[in-house]
């Protein structure tokens, strides 16, 4: 069989130009082609750098892009008010960052051959979002969590704060030596940093339960909830307001 | 309304500082073929400009004609 070294990408950034970087700076380290792109979940933060990976953009092949089963649904559920976002937001680099789907949908897991590696890619229940993917590099035992895991900066969830405290219990036993968050540095002891992360979402989530049930309002909420933490994070403001805003009205149905 | 609320809320909203040109788009490299860029923490409000996250990369050698399975 013919052997063909290839390098994946986890992740592409907001926009072309910083998918245009990145591209970049891979051609600064490597004249091996990009074949696979894979995006951790549907936050356009993650994945409207993709389009700087098109054949179109490369005049080379086109990789496979790759995400969890939900994610193509939900890009395009989410198409048009991520493009309203993305004008207002970016200005002039709205220009050409486009929406790319997965070419590849994951299910459950799939395994990507890099040669002297592998990377096995494991899709999640309900989380920070419904469409999150993790990957687990087999050579190194490092761990690209997605925004399954913030690191010093709040933890954001967007859906389901008791299936997130359940997915980070199963990370722990993922055996990583090291992992990348979404957002953050780098750790070495992911066991500890997930830890940090399920303290403040189990706050969290008991604080907005104790708040329902004693009729406190959604918004007095925002203020007082998992303010324990507070000392704890980084924007920790903004981010813990909208993770009660997220998460106070589905509680309510508990 | 309420749905743009919903979006905004689920996204972590920073600002790089460094987004501007590719020279200052700065990658770490973790040892043996894996690369990590650092979007930088910054809060919306100081003009988001799409590199807030980290985006990484892995780099294979030689592969077999498998490339990929489920």
Do not use: M, R
């Given at each position: 069989m013919l052997s063909v070294a290839r390098v994946a990408v986890i992740d592409t950034g907001g926009s072309l130009k910083v998918g245009q970087h990145l591209r970049q700076a891979i051609a600064k380290v490597t004249s091996l082609p990009v074949l696979y792109v894979i995006n951790t979940h549907v936050h356009p933060d993650h994945t409207y750098g993709n389009a700087a990976f098109l054949a179109s953009q490369l005049n080379e092949v086109e990789p496979e892009f790759i995400g969890h089963e939900k994610l193509s649904t939900t890009m395009e559920l989410r198409q048009e008010q991520y493009a309203k976002l993305n004008a207002k937001l970016?200005?002039?680099?709205?220009?050409?960052?486009?929406?790319?789907?997965?070419?590849?949908?994951?299910?459950?897991s799939l395994t990507l051959d890099l040669g002297d590696r592998s990377l096995v890619l494991t899709a999640h229940p309900v989380a920070h979002t419904h469409t999150d993917l993790t990957v687990m590099d087999s050579q190194t035992q490092t761990l690209f969590s997605g925004d399954l895991l913030f690191i010093e900066r709040t933890p954001v969830v967007e859906?389901?704060?008791?299936?997130?405290?359940?997915?980070?219990?199963?990370?722990?036993?993922?055996?990583?030596?090291?992992?990348?968050?979404?957002?953050?540095p780098v750790s070495q002891d992911g066991v500890l940093d997930m830890k940090k992360a399920q303290t403040y979402l189990q706050v969290l989530l008991n604080d907005i339960r104790a708040s329902i049930k004693q009729g406190v309002s959604m918004e007095a909420t925002m203020n007082t909830a998992a303010a324990t933490e507070k000392d704890k994070w980084l924007l920790f403001d903004v981010a813990n307001r909208r993770n009660v805003n997220t998460l106070y009205p589905a509680l309510e149905w508990e | 309304m309420r749905i743009l609320m919903i979006i905004l809320s689920g996204l972590v909203?920073?600002?790089?500082?460094?987004?501007?040109?590719?020279?200052?788009?700065?990658?770490?490299?973790?040892?043996?073929?894996?690369?990590?860029?650092?979007?930088?923490?910054?809060d919306i409000d100081d003009g988001y400009q799409g590199d807030?996250?980290?985006?990484?990369?892995?780099?294979?050698?030689?592969?077999?004609?498998h490339r990929y399975r489920r």
């Open positions: 970016l200005g002039e680099d709205a220009l050409g960052t486009i929406l790319v789907k997965p070419s590849i949908a994951v299910k459950s859906g389901d704060v008791k299936g997130l405290i359940a997915e980070l219990d199963k990370l722990k036993l993922s055996g990583a030596l090291q992992v990348v968050p979404g957002h953050g | 909203w920073l600002i790089p500082a460094h987004a501007a040109s590719s020279e200052n788009f700065v990658i770490e490299s973790l040892g043996q073929g894996i690369y990590v860029h650092h979007g930088a923490h910054l807030i996250c980290n985006i990484s990369f892995v780099v294979g050698s030689k592969g077999s004609g």
